[in-house]
C-alpha cells in the first residue's frame, strides 16, 4: 500500500534504464544525479509516467527539466544576491558538516545556493545576522541531539502516498533504530492529536495535514508528562521537549521529501504546504500550557528552517478562529503571517485547484482513499483515556452511593480555569456553576454549565471568570443506590490572554469524550 504509486513497475525495469543512463556521458547528467541512488526515484517517475515513449527519453527529458529549473532559480537572483550567497558559505558549509541529512543535495551547486537563500531571506539579506542564525542552529542540532536521532524509517502513520524504498534510497540522515519507548509515546500522541505527510500539491510541494479541530490539547500535555518518567530521550528537559523532539523528526522528514520531489521530478521543491482542519476547535483548544507549546514549536521553526514553508490553508474554521489567531500571530514573523491563508466557503475548490482533487484526502472535498474507504488518509486521533489518580495534579474525589459531591475552588477576576475529569465507573452527573463573593447557599450559584449525565470516560471544559468568587463543581450520584463512585478530576488557572477575555461573553465550553 505505501508503495501504490509504482506498483506496476517490476525490479528488472528500474535495473535496465540505470544500465542505459549509466552510459551516457557525464556532463550531460547534473551533478547530484550522477549517484547511483539520488537518481533512483527520476529514473522511477520515468518509467511510470513515459507512456507510449521509451523510459530513457523520458528520464533525459525529466534531467532537462532539473536543468532548466536549476538555470532559473539562479537567474532569479540579482548579482548582489549571489554575493551574499556565497558570502555567507563558509558558515553554511559547517552546517552542512553538521546535518548528515544535507549531504547528498550538496553535490549540485544550485542545490547549495538554494539552502544558503533560506538563510538569507529569514534575516532580509543580511549577512551578519544569517551567519548569527547558523552558528545558533548548529548548537541547536547539538542540544536536540539531530545528528543522534535517525528519522527515517518514519513513526506510523506519519508518511503517506509515497515509496519507502525510493525514500530510503536517498535518506542521508543518522542510521539505526528508534528507541522502543518513543513508540508509547507516538500512541499516546496520535490518541490526542492527528497529523501528518500526505502526497504533494501540484508543483511537487510535500503536504503536511493537521486535523487541529479534533484535537485534544489537555490529553496531549497529560501524555507527555507522563512521558517523561524514565525516559532517558529528555533527561532534564521538560515535557514540552517530548514533543519537540517529535515535531523535529517530522520536520527532517519534509526536507527528505521535498528532496524526493525534486529528484523525481526535476523540479526544485524547497517548500512544503500545510493544511489545518478547524473542524470542532473550540475555546478548550485556548488551553495555556498547549499554547505555550505551540508557541515555542513555532519559535524554534522559524530559527531553525527558514523559509521551508510556502502556504498554510485554514479551513473549516468557526467565527473564535479569530480568538485563536490574534493570540498566535504575536510570535509569528509577519513573512509567515503572510503566508496563512484563511479560506470559507471556497476552501474545497481552491485546494483542488492548488494541490489535486488526487492527492487531496475525502473528507477535505478531495478524491484520495489511498488508505481504503474505512480509514482516512490522515486518520482523526484515536480517542483519549481517563484521568488516573497518578498522572501530574490529578485528585481524587469519593462520591458514595446515593450521595452528592462538590469541588471548590477560589477565583479571581480575568483568570481562566480548565476543568478535566473522569468518574470509575464512568456514569456520574455533574453541574458547574460560579458562586460571587460574599453569597452562601446553593440558590446563590450562577450556572455556569447545566446538569448534565454523560457516559463518558473524560470530560473537560474552561470558564473565563469577570468577578470574584468560587468556582463549583457539583457531581451528582443518587441514582446509583449500589456503587459508589471515584472522581480523578484536575483543576488548572492561568491568566486569560486579553483577546479571550474580550471575546468570551459566556466563556464557557464543555467537551465530553464518548467512551465507545
Not at 532537462?64 to 537567474?75: A, G, I, N, P
Not at 544576491?81 to 552546517?95: A, G, H, N
Not at 550538496?106 to 544569517?130: C, F, H, I, Q, S
Not at 486521533?381 to 452511593?401: E, I, Q
Request: charged letters at 30%; glycine letters at 8%.
Amino acid at each position: 500500500r505505501l508503495q501504490q504509486p509504482f506498483d506496476n513497475m517490476s525490479v528488472e525495469e528500474i535495473t535496465a534504464l540505470e544500465e542505459i543512463v549509466s552510459k551516457w556521458e557525464e556532463e550531460s547528467i547534473p551533478p547530484v544525479l550522477r549517484v547511483p541512488r539520488y537518481r533512483k526515484p527520476m529514473l522511477k517517475n520515468a518509467i511510470t509516467s513515459c507512456g507510449t515513449a521509451k523510459p530513457e527519453d523520458r528520464a533525459r527529458e525529466l534531467m532537462d527539466t532539473f536543468k532548466k529549473s536549476c538555470v532559473e532559480f539562479m537567474d532569479s537572483l540579482s548579482e548582489e544576491q549571489k554575493q551574499k550567497i556565497e558570502e555567507l558559505r563558509p558558515t553554511v558549509e559547517k552546517c552542512w558538516e553538521a546535518n548528515q541529512s544535507l549531504q547528498g543535495l550538496l553535490l549540485e551547486p544550485t542545490l547549495r545556493a538554494m539552502l544558503t537563500k533560506g538563510w538569507l531571506y529569514a534575516r532580509n539579506w543580511d549577512v551578519a545576522k544569517a551567519q548569527k542564525m547558523i552558528e545558533d542552529h548548529i548548537e541547536w542540532r547539538k542540544q536536540y541531539k539531530q545528528e543522534e536521532t535517525p528519522f527515517w524509517p518514519p513513526p506510523d502513520k506519519l508518511v503517506r502516498g509515497y515509496d519507502y524504498d525510493m525514500l530510503s534510497s536517498i535518506y542521508s540522515g543518522p542510521p539505526g533504530e528508534r528507541p522502543e519507548y518513543w513508540k508509547k509515546v507516538l500512541e499516546d500522541i496520535h490518541k490526542a492529536y492527528a497529523d501528518g505527510w500526505h502526497k504533494h500539491d501540484k508543483e511537487g510541494r510535500p503536504v503536511w495535514f493537521e486535523r487541529t479541530g479534533a484535537g485534544n490539547p489537555k490529553a496531549m500535555v497529560r501524555y507527555m508528562q507522563a512521558a517523561l518518567v524514565g525516559n532517558p530521550l529528555c533527561g532534564d528537559d521538560d515535557w514540552s521537549d517530548v514533543i519537540m523532539r517529535m515535531h523535529f523528526v517530522s520536520n527532517n522528514i519534509g526536507g527528505l521529501l521535498c528532496a524526493h520531489n525534486t529528484l523525481a521530478t526535476g523540479k526544485i521543491v524547497s517548500h512544503i504546504t500545510a493544511v489545518m482542519d478547524m473542524q470542532g476547535l473550540g475555546m478548550n483548544h485556548i488551553y495555556g500550557p498547549a499554547m505555550k507549546l505551540m508557541e515555542k514549536r513555532d519559535r524554534l521553526d522559524q530559527a531553525n528552517f527558514p523559509d521551508a514553508l510556502h502556504r498554510v490553508y485554514i479551513v473549516n474554521a468557526p467565527t473564535m478562529i479569530k480568538v485563536a489567531w490574534n493570540i498566535v500571530k504575536v510570535w509569528l514573523d509577519k513573512k509567515v503571517q503572510q503566508k496563512v491563508i484563511f479560506l470559507g466557503k471556497d476552501a474545497k475548490e481552491v485546494l483542488r485547484r492548488e494541490i489535486g482533487a488526487e492527492n487531496l484526502p475525502k473528507f477535505l472535498g478531495g478524491d484520495c482513499e489511498c488508505q481504503g474507504k474505512d480509514c482516512d488518509c490522515v486518520s482523526p486521533p484515536t480517542g483519549d483515556d481517563p484521568l488516573t489518580k497518578d498522572m501530574p495534579n490529578c485528585k481524587v474525589l469519593s462520591v458514595g452511593a446515593g450521595k452528592h459531591g462538590a469541588i471548590r475552588e477560589d477565583v479571581q477576576p480575568g483568570e481562566a480555569w480548565t476543568w478535566e475529569f473522569s468518574s470509575k465507573p464512568v456514569d456520574i452527573g455533574f453541574c458547574v456553576g460560579f458562586q460571587p463573593e460574599g453569597k452562601t447557599g446553593d440558590d446563590s450559584i450562577e450556572k455556569i454549565v447545566g446538569y448534565q449525565r454523560p457516559n463518558c470516560i473524560l470530560v473537560s471544559g474552561m470558564y473565563v471568570f469577570k468577578a470574584k468568587g468560587t468556582l463549583v463543581l457539583k457531581f451528582d450520584n443518587t441514582f446509583s443506590w449500589m456503587t459508589g463512585k471515584e472522581v480523578v478530576y484536575r483543576l488548572e488557572k492561568s491568566a486569560a490572554p486579553p483577546e479571550v477575555v474580550e471575546a468570551v461573553d459566556s466563556g464557557v465550553i464543555t467537551e465530553a469524550r464518548p467512551e465507545d
